[in-house]
């Protein structure tokens, strides 16, 4: 059990305390990899012993993702990353964790690849019962094919502002499974009818991961993307997690600091420069 009073509010973790919690936040955050691909519509995934290999049906480099686990030689990753994705295939990217890979990290930037994203590695260490219910906004938890397909849309045209093509949603959430499983939970939030904002837990490792946040255009700004983060983080609380855990876009990072989450630790997207 994470030691709650030593983290509340900020970032100054001590180090047996940070790298405990670290630890965990990084096998959540794999095993949500792992479930974007089971969910989707010819996703793959491809565990080895220091690095995990997803391909996911958008063929961006961002979800094209070699996510580095464990200690491992450079040259053994991107054998392996050309073996997987084959020499003609897509473009991939290799995630880096700030708070354990700077060798491999600096090997990488040696090679010629450049920092693409940072991606903060967020977590909310307890529930402090803050409330966000915006006027007129319904949030269901997503439990049929009508759920799915309002989950859908929202990512469909949350995710077009980071050229996401708005027709890869529905191959990333392929599946009902993607979005309500024992151990996964999706929100969708409506406002007049219409859905607006969506987001879903994924509970492993005793950690609430939350995922695929997202709010329409025209529900930006009005806390309907922070009522469903609320949701989903609250129902993986009551599933048994003991912290929330997520890596924040630019667009969410302030969000998700005003909600009481502290950044640890960061993930960084580097990519191959021809």
């Known amino acids: 059990m994470i030691p709650l009073g030593t983290a509340a509010g900020d970032d100054r973790l001590d180090a047996a305390t940070r790298a405990r919690l670290l630890e965990r936040m ?31 049906p958008s063929a961006m ?25 084959g020499e003609e295939g ?14 491999l990290e600096h090997k990488l930037r040696e090679r010629g690849y450049k920092t693409n994203v940072s991606l903060p590695a967020m977590a909310l260490l307890n529930d402090p019962g803050t409330r966000r219910e915006p006027e007129g906004l319904e949030i269901r938890p997503v439990s049929d094919r009508a759920g799915l397909a309002a ?18 949603a529905e191959a990333l ?12 939970q999706g929100f969708v939030g409506y406002h007049a009818g219409k859905p607006t904002a969506a987001a879903v837990v994924c509970v492993t490792h005793g950690v609430a991961g939350i995922n695929w946040v997202g709010s ?10 922070e009522a469903v983060v609320w949701a989903a983080t609250r129902e993986g609380l009551s ?35 021809t």
């Open 26 to 56: 990084d096998l959540n955050m794999w095993e949500m990899w792992r479930e974007n691909a089971r969910g989707s519509r010819d996703g793959t995934v491809f565990d080895t012993r220091g690095a995990t290999f997803v391909v996911l």
């Open 61 to 85: 480099q961002f979800h094209n993702s070699v996510l580095v686990r464990d200690k491992i030689e450079l040259d053994a990753l991107l054998d392996a990353a050309a073996l997987f994705y």
């Open 90 to 103: 897509p473009g991939f990217s290799v995630w880096i964790r700030a708070h354990a890979d700077l060798k």
């Open 151 to 168: 989950y859908t849309r929202v990512i469909a045209e949350s995710y077009a502002v980071f050229g996401q093509p708005p027709e890869v």
């Open 173 to 184: 959430f392929a599946d009902l499974s993607a979005l309500c499983a024992p151990h996964i």
């Open 216 to 225: 329409i255009p025209a529900a930006r700004g009005k806390g309907h993307a």
């Open 239 to 273: 599933r048994g997690a003991e912290f929330a855990n997520l890596q924040a876009s630019p667009m969410g990072f302030g969000l998700y600091r005003k909600m009481g989450f502290i950044a640890p630790s960061e993930y960084r997207m580097y990519i191959e420069v």
